[in-house]
T-cell receptor, first 113, second 111 residues
Framework: DAGVTQSPTHLIKTRGQQVTLRCSPKSGHDTVSWYQQALGQGPQFIFQYYEEEERQRGNFPDRFSGHQFPNYSSELNVNALLLGDSALYLC????????????FGPGTRLTVL | DQQVKQNSPSLSVQEGRISILNCDYTNSMFDYFLWYKKYPAEGPTFLISISSIKDKNEDGRFTVFLNKSAKHLSLHIVPSQPGDSAVYFCAASANTDKLIFGTGTRLQVFP
């Protein structure tokens, strides 16, 4: 049973560039949430996708956008990268949007120079 | 505004002893609480959860206690094992809304 997978594992970008991160949910899960974990902090909720639509959004600017595909996989896009966007980006999946227990992938480490 | 707080950044416990990790919250609307464990280079792994209608939930060596009046929960690990060494995150949600995480406590279990 494949768990949540994310790609790439590491990424280095420069300020002003754009980045796309990818996530495949755990088998049978249809809801994907994205989190940003800065160094020394807990994960912070970015947004959640269900039925290919953004269902909830945290306190992140519009530079952060996402997409969910019919196979439930998801992308996180960040435009106009800032140094402060350097973080571990985690994807989590769940059986349904109203399910509290989420299963996390290993994350993508983004470094902005 | 940190709604979920883990005031101890680190904890060191001898193998076989009890580990107690604490978490405080400020939002009285939170009705579901979870603990996650995170090893380096891995995503958080779900450990145990508790609904606000309960005050205790047990799963093997792990027990979570919830004190709603004090807005406090704790995770007890008995007996602690070296493989338990990791960062532990407390998380909470209100009415199946987004998860709010604490800043984590690094547990080290030494022989």
């Amino acid at each position: 049973d494949a768990g949540v997978t994310q790609s790439p594992t590491h990424l280095i970008k420069t300020r002003g560039q754009q980045v796309t991160l990818r996530c495949s949910p755990k088998s049978g899960h249809d809801t994907v949430s994205w989190y940003q974990q800065a160094l020394g902090q807990g994960p912070q909720f970015i947004f959640q996708y269900y039925e290919e639509e953004e269902r909830q959004r945290g306190n992140f600017p519009d530079r952060f956008s996402g997409h969910q595909f019919p196979n439930y996989s998801s992308e996180l896009n960040v435009n106009a990268l800032l140094l402060g966007d350097s973080a571990l980006y985690l994807c989590a999946s769940s059986l349904a949007p109203d399910t509290d227990t989420q299963y996390f992938g290993p994350g993508t480490r983004l470094t902005v120079l | 505004d940190q709604q979920v707080k883990q005031n101890s950044p680190s904890l060191s416990v001898q193998e076989g002893r009890i580990s107690i990790l604490n978490c405080d919250y400020t939002n009285s609307m939170f009705d579901y609480f979870l603990w996650y464990k995170k090893y380096p280079a891995e995503g958080p792994t779900f450990l145990i959860s508790i609904s606000s209608i309960k005050d205790k939930n047990e799963d093997g060596r792990f027990t979570v206690f919830l004190n709603k009046s004090a807005k406090h929960l704790s995770l007890h690990i008995v007996p602690s094992q070296p493989g338990d060494s990791a960062v532990y995150f407390c998380a909470a949600s209100a009415n199946t809304d987004k998860l709010i995480f604490g800043t984590g406590t690094r547990l080290q279990v030494f022989p």
